[in-house]
């Protein structure tokens, strides 16, 4: 079984993955600054990737009104992301700490574009903050209620008749 998620998601990491790779491999401050910033950075976005990106690709499904064979092993990945929400903001914390760093050093640098480079992860971070994550969540309530409504409905089939009057 493959989880998919929606594409744009995916780009998203894959360009600010690709930029902190070419950060990363500047020379001095500029480069340590970056290669500081992956040890947050990088483990984050594989946590998204596993947590909140499948939730999220969830969401055709859930507008069509039909149940997905993916539901069950995302809401497992999902349910954890309520639980470690505090962390993932902590995360967050830190990430900004890196950034501001990174920043330091590339205006010392005269290296522009990796201020804009911060600039575009504190944006990509206030988006997950403000809108994904709580998305994510809304998603893993809803499939357990609709996971939960189908198999509530099976085993009232599965119940004589003249049982279903006592469940």
């Known amino acids: 079984m493959k989880l998919s998620y929606p594409d744009a998601l995916q780009r998203g990491h894959n360009n600010l993955r690709a930029a902190l790779a070419a950060a990363k491999a500047e020379q001095g401050a500029l480069g340590e600054a970056a290669r500081l910033l992956a040890r947050d950075l990088e483990p984050h976005f594989d946590v998204e990737e596993h947590s909140v990106f499948p939730a999220l690709g969830l969401l055709p499904a859930l507008v069509e009104g039909r149940l997905d064979e993916n539901m069950a092993a995302v809401l497992v990945r999902t349910q954890q992301l309520k639980q470690d929400l505090p962390r993932m903001l902590d995360g967050h914390r830190r990430i900004r700490e890196g950034l501001e760093r990174l920043r330091a050093a590339a205006a010392a640098a005269s290296r522009p574009a990796y201020e804009r480079f911060a600039d575009s992860i504190i944006e990509h971070m206030e988006l997950e903050?403000?809108?994904?994550?709580?998305?994510?969540?809304?998603?893993?309530?809803?499939?357990?209620?609709?996971?939960?409504?189908?198999?509530?409905?099976?085993?009232?089939?599965?119940?004589?008749?003249?049982?279903?009057?006592?469940?």
Do not use: F, N, Q
Request: glycine fraction near 2%; include cysteine; charge should be positive.
């Open 129 to 167: 903050e403000e809108v994904l994550y709580l998305a994510a969540i809304m998603v893993c309530d809803h499939v357990a209620l609709m996971l939960g409504h189908e198999r509530s409905k099976a085993a009232t089939k599965s119940v004589p008749p003249w049982r279903t009057r006592l469940i």
